[in-house]
């Protein structure tokens, strides 16, 4: 979705300064090239010219951030994931009923860092069981967990039943915060990588949800390689030919790198391509209010450009083969 809202600036202001604050996702693919094509990237608002265009990246912001960018007349659009969205506004709602605030994540992830500036006094970041002797907790019975959104469910799990363990009435969120794209991923991998002799998670060693899945899968035992793309395959992680490999890709992963994996074993292999959906995604995006304000202002119908991400069309021209639809193996009869 942000990477989309990034396009379209581009589409609608031709010729005209564009910045984005953070890296807009971490791909490093994603960021070089739409720094080919002129976005500017900063990590201080203070550096982007008063008046310019400046996009939020989808990890979100610390509201000091948001108010800087105000103050300085910066034309604001918002790629903040929705659902790291949703978690700044569960830490605000706690915050206010008076709740501390266990945050479980990456103390310097800029998803975390964005979360806790939303109650900063209330907020304690936790990144490990080791840390929650080292708590101060003024009421046990006040309290409340969240999860940064890119978090293995298995390591969040076992943070979540430690805090638990030593915090019986601690609040859960009302609904799961780690997101539906990584989930997914995980879930898929844990299904699928104990079938294969190697996984390859096309991803940037930047990207939390894209390390998880390397770690998942040596979970299930089998070996899992973080690829940038494919000139980073080492031909030396393969048995044999017959080897069966599982690809996946971290959740901001252009497509196109993907398919360049695929080409590339199947040109040095043979073999076929298995498309094994444990899960269909089929996701429609509301544009950040900035975006469809500067639609409008061209006279086009937000409508007509929603943002939707679902999954390709694997084909022989793209990917080197077509694929083989198969069974997730939970729904084999």
């Known amino acids: 979705m942000a990477i989309d ?13 564009v910045y984005v604050y953070h890296d807009i996702v971490h791909n490093t693919h994603v960021v070089n090239r739409f720094r080919d094509r002129g976005v500017i990237f900063v990590e201080d608002v203070d550096l982007v010219p008063s008046g310019a265009i400046v996009v939020f990246s989808a990890h ?9 960018a105000v103050d300085r007349g910066l034309r604001v659009i918002d790629a903040t994931c929705p659902l790291v969205t949703k978690v700044h506004n569960e830490a605000i709602r706690y ?6 605030i266990l945050l479980v994540g990456h103390k310097e992830h800029q998803e975390i860092i964005g979360t806790r500036g939303e109650a900063p006094d209330a907020t304690q970041v936790v990144e490990s069981p080791e840390d929650i002797p080292h708590l101060h907790i003024d009421d046990p019975h ?17 943070i979540i039943d430690a805090l638990r363990a030593a915090f ?16 997914n ?4 991998v844990r299904t699928l990588a104990p079938m294969c002799d190697l996984t390859l998670v096309v991803g940037s060693t930047n990207s939390s949800n894209s390390k998880r899945l390397t770690e998942i899968s040596g979970h299930a035992g089998t070996p899992g390689k973080l690829i940038d793309d494919a000139s980073q395959i080492d031909h030396g992680w393969f048995g044999s030919a017959d ?17 360049q994996v695929c080409r590339t074993l199947l040109d040095r292999y043979g073999g076929e391509i298995q498309a094994c959906d444990v899960f269909e995604e089929d996701v429609y995006f509301a544009q950040p209010a900035g975006l469809k304000k500067m639609m409008r202002a061209q006279g ?15 084909s022989a021209e793209i990917y080197g083969a077509t694929a083989l639809t198969i069974s997730a193996p939970e729904r084999r009869a």
């Open 142 to 158: 006040k309290l409340v967990y969240l999860t940064q959104t890119t978090l293995s469910t298995d390591d969040a799990a076992v």
């Open 300 to 314: 086009i119908d937000p409508k007509s450009r929603a943002i939707r991400v679902t999954k390709p069309t694997v």
């Open 185 to 188: 991923r995980q879930h898929a």
């Open 60 to 68: 979100g912001i610390p509201p000091s951030v948001r108010q800087r």
């Open 95 to 100: 915050a206010k009923l008076g709740y501390q």
């Open 5 to 17: 809202v990034v396009d379209q600036v581009l589409d609608l202001c031709p010729g005209e300064a």
């Open 243 to 259: 080897d069966t490999v599982l690809i996946t890709a971290g959740a901001s992963a252009p497509e196109d790198l993907v398919a």
């Open 168 to 183: 019986p009435h601690i609040k859960s969120p009302p609904s799961e915060d780690i997101c539906y794209a990584t989930t």
